[in-house]
């Protein structure tokens, strides 16, 4: 069975009409003909009956019943096709940090798995810093990648997709939970759980730090964000992580950083400039691109 005989056969139950299928589809009556007699051997059932008596053409139950699932069958038969081809590429080494996988990657995730995409992807997950390091060491294709500022690198070629603020994030139980808001200049003595170097969040943090002249106490680093917000739930520490990185139910609550000092969580696609992409990944960051920030 093929996608073709099932876009011949779906078109004559449609307009009941052979000549008409068959310039519709630029092929002979013949053809037409042949593509729904070898839809009924695969069957080993009547598809389409001719009413001489009337000059018309009758469905059959069988054929109605293929013509229902037959739009299923042939987006299964095309994804398969595309399955399978996607197998024979190599692998696409795609840098993808925890915080952007989990705000940001699944508006495109979707159309990635409908055209099966996901399993061509080699997924790397690792705090933005680090995957801009592997890029540039050639260890990663393409990435989504996030910098405290814009990105302009010799050897990099990045395209921007938008930026968020960061924000300090407390315990609902904290003092400062129901501030709203909250100055650098306030922090100095408090202590907090931070996020390891392979994160831009450390960079971001000294330069709000250095602005407003003070050094708060460092406490925890951590790769593992969860973590890292779950130790500050329990009030042992503040935190400091982009704006929409707190779900509800989490017990946390995020502080708009009012300072004059505008770091911001900037997100862009990179890849090596010097690298020609294959036609599959100039498919994949055409995808990427579509991402909202």
């Known amino acids: 069975m ?18 008409y299928v068959a310039e519709k589809f630029a092929v ?68 993808l940090p925890p915080i952007l996988g989990a705000l940001f990657f699944p508006q ?9 995409w996901l399993k061509q992807l080699k997924v790397v997950e690792e705090g933005s810093a680090q995957v801009l390091n592997d890029l540039a060491k050639g260890k990663l294709d393409i990435a989504l990648i996030a910098s405290a500022h814009p990105l ?7 395209t921007a997709l938008g930026d968020r603020p960061f924000e300090v994030i407390v315990s609902e139980n904290s003092p400062f939970a129901k501030r709203g808001k909250i100055s650098f200049q ?16 450390p960079q971001a943090f000294r330069d709000y ?43 946390l609550v995020g502080l708009k950083i009012d300072d004059p000092l505008r770091e911001a969580f900037h997100i862009s696609v990179a890849y090596r400039k010097n690298t020609k992409l294959s036609s599959n990944e100039a498919s ?7 991402i909202k920030v």
């Open 186 to 201: 306030e922090l100095d003595q408090q202590k907090f759980i931070g996020m390891d170097d392979s994160f831009i969040h």
């Open 28 to 95: 002979s009556q013949p053809a037409v003909t042949q593509a729904v007699k070898r839809l009924e051997k695969e069957f080993d059932a009547q598809l389409v009956q001719q009413d001489h008596a009337h000059q018309q053409m009758l469905i059959t139950e069988s054929g109605q019943l293929l013509y229902r699932n037959s739009q299923v069958m042939s987006d299964s038969l095309e994804l398969t096709h595309r399955e399978i081809e996607a197998a024979k590429q190599p692998k696409i080494r795609f840098g």
């Open 209 to 251: 730090c250095q602005a407003a002249g003070v050094k708060p106490e460092v406490i925890y680093r951590t790769s593992d964000i969860t973590w890292m917000k779950s130790i500050v739930r329990t009030n042992l520490g503040l935190g400091f992580l982009v704006k929409d990185a707190i779900l509800p139910g989490e017990g």
């Open 284 to 290: 994949l960051l055409q995808i990427l691109l579509k």
């Open 152 to 158: 302009h690198l010799r050897e990099i070629q990045t």
């Open 2 to 19: 093929n996608t073709r005989d099932l876009a011949l056969f779906r078109a004559v139950v449609k307009y009941k009409n052979y000549t």
């Open 108 to 116: 495109v995730a979707k159309h990635l798995l409908a055209w099966g």
